[in-house]
């Protein structure tokens, strides 16, 4: 999986500095910086539309949605009944 190449260091970073150009130099490209605060990664965004929001979903995009769902909850004054099991009491 990936790209594969071989030699030295400069002929590595003359590969990733080509590789870098051509992606900047495609006007179809769509980078995007992680709409996570905190988070420094760029991505190229490859999604329909251009919509992704985040680096990926295992990290950032679990912590954003987790965040705003724990933001709702506390928001709507719903604090976790004596039950745990997060419906009304019985």
Known sequence: MGLHTSGDLPAAL???VRSGLTLLADPHACLKECGRPGCTRVYL????GARRAWCGMEECG???KAAAYRARRRGAGQG???DGFGGQPR
Do not use: F, Y
């Open 45 to 48: 965004d490859r999604s329909r």
């Open 14 to 16: 003359s590969q990733l």
């Open 80 to 82: 976790r009944p004596e």
């Open 62 to 64: 679990n912590r954003v």
